[in-house]
């Protein structure tokens, strides 16, 4: 099996991203080389995916500073802060970012003292770790989702949450790529994901290049395929789960839960540690993205809606955990009560870093 594609990649002191949007007529790399370049990557959805913007975030910091004339450590960290809070207007749903972009300040906030080239270095060494450590956190969510779907022969994801969200690998397509490396090929039914298409663009796109077997489907079909046995289970990826395990995903994702749960179906979660949200009780606190009208009302440069309709456009939604079979994570598979389970894998090992 070809390895998955990396879309975001250090190379000779340059940062290259795969442009999403020009998926999958043409792979093109852009090379961002300064802080607003990379807001723009994340804001205009060149780079998505809640692991890879939180990596992106990350080089983004080090691009803010890397050429930055300070006089010293404190005006260098004045300027990373300026970059940071700006890269987090960038987009306000995925947890990662924010949480990457924390890491970074907080390291650099423990170096007091290195001098300023040191503490630039220090900056991108961070951003490569975060990116190293995401791409083992997907090979594990890999591993414990593989044994949840060895007897499966095919499921259903929506969004993308494969290798280019991520470092590499993915979250709800790790098991599966994992599993195809084991010598067991699942078939990945897809659904488009409207209204940017993200399963029809990217997660079609990289499960073909990867030659696994893929059927594309628009979102209302789901339950359909459901209702003729050709799916084994719906696993999603996730942009923010909060402590009581509340998943905000891609819009849809809340309604592919409840026809899982009517057909008998398990509904299964993948993600990395970094996006529990533990400062949130429930999913109701979870702020959820709204985008432009034009993304439903136009394909492209066409519009297909009438001039001036009324359009509730929100990026994503919240599925309730009481729908949700289990939270595949690189530290294990948690099971409800999720107030419990969350609490004694995440919040332990919290303690244990402090």
Known sequence: MPEPVSPIVWRDGELEIIDQTRLPEELVFIRPRTVEEVWKAIRELKVRGAPALGIAA??????????????GEEELCAQLKKAADYLASSRPTAVNLFWALKRVQEKVARAQGLGVEKIKELVLREALA?????????????????????????????CNAGTLATARYGTALAPVYY?????????????ETRPLLQGARLTAWELKQAGIPVTLITDSMAAVVMQKGWVQAVVVGADRIAANGDVANKIGTYGLAILAREHGLPFYVAAPSSTFDLTLATGEEIPIEEREPAEITHLGLRPIAPQGIAVFNPAFDVTPHHYITAIITEKGILRPPYQESISQVLFKEAARQK
């Open 130 to 158: 975060i990116q190293q450590e995401d791409e083992s956190m997907c090979l594990a969510i890999g591993r414990y989702g593989a044994e949840l779907l060895k007897e499966a022969q095919a499921i259903l994801t929506h």
């Open 58 to 71: 990350a080089f983004g910091l080090y691009l803010a500073i890397k050429d930055f004339q300070a006089k």
């Open 179 to 191: 599993l195809a490396t084991q010598g067991k090929v699942l078939r990945v039914f897809v659904d």
